[in-house]
Every structure is written in structure tokens, then in C-alpha cells.
């Protein structure tokens, strides 16, 4: 069981939380044209990274609050949480 660290309430267990994906992957610009074969690397194709990746987390079960985590994929470390406009 991991144990992550909420930047807005400190340590808690896994299971308050909620994995909510990629936080590698750039949304394209509002306004901007983009073609199908982007717009389907976008929502479908992710990188299978070995080691560490970052990643969207939710606070579910406590401030429901989105944050940032910078975790192995190989062992689960967890190396840095950040709130979502901070730098991981
Ligand atoms: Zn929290």
C-alpha cells in the first residue's frame, strides 16, 4: 500500500486517493487546428515509461483536491507531489 503525500493535507493512505493519468501530456492549444492523427496521440497513445513518471492524483476521499506525483513505475517510490501549478 503506498502512503502519498497530499501537498494540502500531508501523508495518507492509497486508498484516499484516485490515479488520474498522464501529467506528461500537453493538451493542444485552445483555438488552434489540429489534425486528427494529433488530436488521437492526445486522448489515446500514452508512453509505457519504466521508472519515474509523473501523474495526476485525486484527493477523493479528503480535500478533492488534483495534485502532481512524481512516482516510479518500476518499484512505486514516490519522489515529489506538487500542487497542479507547481513545477514537479
Ligand atoms: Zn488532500
Known amino acids: ?3 502519498i503525500n497530499c501537498p494540502y493535507c500531508g501523508k495518507r493512505s492509497q ?21 486528427d492523427k494529433e488530436w488521437d496521440e492526445f486522448i489515446y497513445f ?3 515509461i ?4 509523473s501523474e495526476f492524483w ?4 479528503g480535500c478533492r483536491q488534483w495534485f502532481k ?8 517510490e514516490i519522489f515529489k507531489t506538487a500542487k ?5
Open 69 to 76: 506525483v512524481l512516482r516510479s513505475t518500476s518499484t512505486h
Open 58 to 61: 485525486h484527493h477523493i476521499a
Open 15 to 35: 486508498n484516499e486517493f484516485s490515479y488520474g493519468g498522464d501529467a506528461s501530456v500537453k493538451r493542444p492549444e485552445l483555438g488552434k487546428e489540429v489534425s
Open 46 to 48: 500514452r508512453k509505457n
Open 50 to 53: 519504466k521508472g519515474k513518471h
Open 1 to 3: 500500500m503506498l502512503e
Open 84 to 88: 497542479i501549478e507547481e513545477e514537479l
